[in-house]
């Protein structure tokens, strides 16, 4: 048996790699913006990043600077790297890199799907995030009932409050999500095109309307996010991906906000910065996200403060799954 094949073997001990949905935000951390910001119980939207919107709360209430983070990437895979790491990977194009990972997730079985009664646990590691509620002002927690900032979540994975509300044609729950994804047709074509009717395209960053190829990118993506999705679903996910105009891979391994080595698979966000979907490299799981900026540019702060330059390869944010689970109670880790 080889490396590659022992270390998947352990893999398999653990809680499936994390593939949550967006509904699954730390409670603190959507308490916060929804107070400040007035929003509902969802008031993220597939065309307004949860994380410029939780930055942008976070700015407001201590009149502070934007938080950014520099994380290095790991240096390009060498001769003496460990096998399990490098030995079964094929960086060279999207398709390569995609095309394996979908390669090795059709041949996994699928687990049931989760019973209504239970719940998606799931852990996330965001230093922006963390930084961001130490800034708040203990009295201002206090005001809001805000607790404190948590790496750990919980939601239902049967919601038909969410479900049946037609207000918010965005938002899928973790079942739903399942659904969708174990319906999607094998055409990489037809697949996209479904999903951009799911996920109703919105406005880009500058006001212009989504393009198909940013619709398509900014659908997938959303539902990689969620947890759990059947392995087959998510081979035909990484398939379309990998068609999508833009959509490149990075030709090396790069450090997560955890410190682990992961694919990186980019596409253009703006004019500035990268959005990366982060894979791990064993079982091809969803692992994460980053923003990287791309040109180094001035940024505008918060009102009243001084603009800040951004440099070519800063980290705007970092997002790290490590962990995801189906549970049978609120409060419940794996």
């Known amino acids: 048996m080889d490396e590659m094949t022992e270390l998947r073997e352990l893999r398999e001990l653990r809680a499936d790699a994390p593939v949550p949905d967006r509904a699954a935000l730390a409670p603190g951390r959507k308490r916060l913006t929804d107070a400040i910001g007035g929003g509902g119980r969802r008031s993220y939207r597939l065309r307004t990043d949860w994380r410029i919107a939780s930055l942008g709360a976070v700015a407001a209430v201590t009149a502070g600077a934007l938080f950014f983070t520099q994380v290095l990437d790991a240096p390009a895979p060498r001769p003496s790297a460990p096998a399990t790491v490098t030995g079964d990977l094929d960086l060279t194009s999207p398709a390569a890199a995609l095309g ?103 406005d880009g960053e500058y006001g212009e309307r989504e393009d198909e190829a940013e619709h398509s990118f900014r659908a997938l993506y959303v539902l990689l996010q969620s947890y759990p999705l059947p392995p087959a679903a998510m081979a035909r996910i990484y398939r379309a991906m990998a068609t999508v105009e833009g959509v490149g891979v990075t030709d090396h391994l790069i450090r997560d906000a955890s410190g682990r080595q992961v694919i990186a698979v980019t596409r253009a966000y703006d004019r500035n910065t990268r959005r990366e979907i982060l894979i791990d490299p064993v079982d091809y799981g969803y692992a994460g996200e980053r923003d990287v900026v791309t040109r180094t540019h001035e940024a505008p702060g918060p009102d009243g403060l001084t603009p800040r330059v951004l440099k070519r390869g800063d980290v705007l944010m970092s997002v790290a799954r490590t962990r995801a689970a189906v549970v049978d109670a609120k409060g419940q880790k794996p």
């Open 100 to 202: 394996r990972a979908a390669d090795f997730l059709d041949r996994q079985e699928a687990p049931p799907e989760p019973r209504a009664d239970q719940w998606i646990y799931l852990r996330e590691e965001n230093p922006e995030q963390e930084k961001g509620w130490a800034e708040v002002p203990a009295e201002i927690r206090e005001q809001m009932d805000m607790g404190g900032y948590s790496p750990d979540s919980w939601v239902p994975y049967d919601d038909k409050a969410a479900e049946n509300d037609a207000s918010d044609t965005d938002y899928r729950t973790a079942r739903e999500s399942y659904r969708i994804a174990a319906g999607l047709p094998e055409d990489p074509k037809a697949l996209l095109a479904k999903l951009r009717e799911v996920f109703p395209s919105g």
